[in-house]
C-alpha cells in the first residue's frame, strides 16, 4: 500500500506561483507513473501531469510553458511548480501513481487563483 499525501495549496493571485509537493509512504523510483491530475468544481478529474519510468515527463496542453513536475532530492517526493497561474487552474490537485498495476490517489490540496 502506498500513500500519497500532498501540500502546498493555497490562495493565489492571478500571475503568482505556487509549488505543490507529493510525499510518498515509498521509493518513487520504483513507481512506473507518479504526477498530478486536478479537479475544478463541478468538472471531471484531468491530467496534468506526470513523470513516467522515473524519466519522462509530459503535460497537459493547458499547462505546458506554465507548469514543471519533477523529483525532489529526497527519494520519495515529487513537485509540480506552477508559474504565470490563471483563474482557470483553480482547482483541487491531487496526486497519482501507478506501481505494479495498482493507482494510488493523494487526498488533494485546493489551488485558489483569484483576485
Known amino acids: 500500500q502506498v500513500q500519497l499525501v500532498e501540500s502546498g495549496g493555497g490562495l493565489v493571485q492571478p500571475g503568482g506561483s505556487l509549488r505543490l509537493s507529493c510525499a510518498a509512504s515509498?521509493?518513487?523510483?520504483?513507481?512506473?507513473?507518479i504526477g498530478w491530475y486536478r479537479q475544478a468544481p463541478g468538472q471531471e478529474r484531468d491530467f496534468v501531469a506526470a513523470?513516467?519510468?522515473?524519466?519522462?515527463?509530459n503535460y497537459a496542453d493547458s499547462v505546458k510553458g506554465r507548469f514543471t513536475i519533477s523529483r525532489g532530492n529526497a527519494l520519495n517526493t515529487v513537485y509540480l511548480q506552477m508559474n504565470s497561474l490563471k483563474p482557470e487552474d483553480t482547482a483541487v490537485y491531487y496526486c497519482?501513481?501507478?506501481?505494479?498495476?495498482?493507482?494510488?490517489w493523494g487526498k488533494g490540496t485546493l489551488v485558489t487563483v483569484s483576485s
Open positions: 497519482y501513481s501507478r506501481r505494479s498495476g495498482v493507482e494510488y
Open positions: 515509498a521509493n518513487i523510483a520504483g513507481f512506473n507513473v
Open positions: 513523470i513516467t519510468g522515473g524519466i519522462s515527463t
